[in-house]
């Protein structure tokens, strides 16, 4: 299984951002996929989360409203569109799945927002 995640960036306040997180090694339609980040010197902290067919989205509070997950099972890709961004949304973003009780994750994809 590898997670392969891309698309962070210096962002200025206000700005927008892509995130993709490329997968293989497993049946990619099968499964959930969430997003996760780590701010420096806080836990790690889901951000959302999708089902296998799109049809359950979850968000945190935190970025309900500015923050949207979507995938394409023809592409095996997860992605999550990042609008409104705000300095506290300044994190490492990483990308997760789930399955047969083993948790997998991608190395991570840094976010920074600032001026």
């Known amino acids: 299984v590898q997670l392969v995640e891309s698309g962070g960036d210096l962002v200025q306040p206000g700005g927008s951002l892509r995130l993709s997180c490329a997968a293989s090694?497993?049946?990619?339609?099968?499964?959930?996929m969430s997003w996760y980040r780590q701010a420096p010197g806080k836990e790690r902290e889901l951000v959302a989360g999708?089902?296998?067919?799109?049809?359950?989205?979850n968000y945190a509070i935190s970025v309900k409203g500015r923050f949207s997950i979507s995938r394409d099972n023809t592409k095996n890709t997860v992605y999550l569109q990042m609008n409104s961004l705000k300095p506290e949304d300044t994190a490492v973003y990483y990308c997760?799945?789930?399955?047969?009780?083993?948790?997998?994750w991608g190395s991570g994809t840094l976010v920074t927002v600032s001026s």
């Open positions: 997760r799945t789930w399955f047969l009780g083993v948790e997998y």
């Open positions: 090694g497993f049946t990619f339609s099968r499964y959930g």
């Open positions: 999708i089902s296998n067919t799109s049809s359950n989205k």
